[in-house]
């Protein structure tokens, strides 16, 4: 199983910006999506962002959109999730995942990180 570790959560301010980061243990394939999803408390996960390794094509969820922007550095075996504009409503854990298929759901999510904490509160 592939290892994924997030890094860069924290407390932000409402309007605010952070940057997250996912490391991953090995080398995706090119048709694998890497993706970042979020559970808020008392909430389900939800995608929020995927980005193809190989090709990096960019899928959003229409609660981001306009707001966060995903990329990859593939040298670095890194995806990151740029997010601005933070609302209180964004304070979740968030994850880093594959789906080795491509579909950004969590039935085709393979493997995922343990997450870190978003806090975004004045």
């Known amino acids: 199983q592939v290892q994924l570790v997030e890094s860069g959560g924290g407390l932000v301010q409402p309007g605010g910006s952070l940057r997250l980061s996912c490391a991953v243990s090995?080398?995706?394939?090119?048709?694998?999506?890497l993706a970042w999803f979020r559970q808020a408390p008392g909430r389900d996960r939800e995608f929020l962002a995927g980005?193809?390794?190989?090709?990096?094509?960019?899928r959003y969820s229409d609660s981001v959109k306009g707001r966060f922007i995903i990329s990859r550095v593939q040298a670095e075996r890194t995806v990151d999730l740029q997010m601005n504009g933070l609302k209180p409503e964004d304070t979740a854990v968030y994850y880093c995942?594959?789906?080795?298929?491509?579909?950004?759901?969590?039935?085709?999510?393979?493997?995922w990180g343990k997450g870190t904490l978003v806090t975004v509160s004045s």
């Open positions: 995942a594959i789906a080795r298929r491509g579909d950004y759901v969590l039935s085709g999510v393979s493997d």
């Open positions: 980005i193809r390794w190989g090709a990096g094509t960019t």
């Open positions: 090995e080398r995706p394939y090119s048709s694998w999506g």
